[in-house]
């Protein structure tokens, strides 16, 4: 096993879903499941959990890997991950049938071997072929789109693997229940479950995998956005669409799962949140620490404020998680929360105006990236992101029946939140964008001078 994992290290470093940038994982193995795959090849399919100990704490991945026998092995060599056995090579799993069977089997029949449990959910699928192919872009987690004449699936295979069910499945499958237009039909999902290694005598179990409806020949709102604001189009229409779905999700959120009021510790706890957040920043991101104690008054002056209750929410929403359908509108995604937050903070109730915040953020990336890519003008656009912004807040206060606007300061907080989030998302992943959140969280201290 330990010549696997040195195969696995450097093959780990370079892939998109890897969370510790920059540095070399340092991995230890957590547990191995072996799959029976209806693929008929001569090949073992496993799946690995290592636990990735470069970065405090240490972060759990789940590794799908095919063995089959290196003369067969017929794939682009970005896929393989190395040959620790002499005539036995290690694929990628989502990039081989014999896994991308096993896992359509779990998911869409239930099952499994000790261990791994496959758990269909919502009307059956057909049982049919479907071919299978990896979803190209970047994501941080690794989806596979399986095609059919009659039910298409996409299945999202976590990379990052945490103890519990996952908010993405245990949300989007209960709006989905619910009958909520505005996520895809859920189909099923694969948990594991082992030795607790904290707890011997007790249990521990993860989400693997998600499998939705997937919805063919659709753009995502933030190609839409982009093409809009490149033209110089109205984009209104659909920002207060996408105000009125996520008002419809939060509305349907605050009756499937507890709400309450936001007492002193869940003050506490948001701010912090917002200062453990900003104090990253300005470690990681050099000019952040100009803007910090103008940006933590914001945050002091938010907390002393009103707040309305406490709900489960999206909690990553932005352009890139939603799907824009023909003849349909809004379709909400990825309902995992960032990826950077804690899972115990990510599954507690939380302000709904964090998703508006988000949304907001992302309508002022449109215009900033255009600005890096292309060399706009911002002021040539601020017309374009007035109009939008204004449309997606009519649009979410006209379905949820409360002015958003009198959220004040605390939407300007969250909104600087999520911009020093982004900062750090930006300087570790994309550095040639950081101008753009940086700007913004310039910005957002212009206008919280309003409420002074
Ligand atoms: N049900 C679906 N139908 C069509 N495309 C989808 C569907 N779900 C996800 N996608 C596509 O996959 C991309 C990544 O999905 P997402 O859930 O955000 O993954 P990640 O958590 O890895 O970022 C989306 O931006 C979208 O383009
Ligand atoms: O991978 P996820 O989709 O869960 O989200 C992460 O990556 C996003 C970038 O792909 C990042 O979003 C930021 O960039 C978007 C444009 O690419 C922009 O629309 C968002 O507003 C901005 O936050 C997201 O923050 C991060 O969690």
Redesign the pocket.
Known sequence: MDSMLAFLAPWMSRQRWYGGKGREPSLRLEATWELASPAPAEARVLVHLVADEATLPAVTYQIPVVERETAAVDIDSEHVIGSPVPGTTLIDGPFDPAFTAALEALITRGGGEAGIEGTPIGEAVHAEPRTASVLAG???NTSIVYRGERDSMICKVYRQVHAGLSPDIELSAALSAAGSIYVPRAIGFVSATRADPRDPAGTWSGSLAFGQEFLADVEDA?RVALRAAAEDRDFTAEARSLGNATADVHRTLAELFPTRPAGPDDRAAVFRAWERRLSIAVAEVTPMADLADAVHDIYDAAGRGPWPSLQRIHG?L????VLEVADHGCVLL?F?G???RPMRERTEPDLALRDVA?VL??L???VG?LRVEDGRSPEGMQSWARHTRRAFLDGYSAASGADVEQAGLLLVALELD?AV??CI?EAR?RPE?LGI?FGGVERLLARAARFA
């Open positions: 970047e994501q941080s933030w990553d932005h352009l890139g998680q990825d995992e960032e990826p950077m988000g953020r992302s002022d990336y449109v990236s999520k989030y982004e998302y992943n964008w959140p």
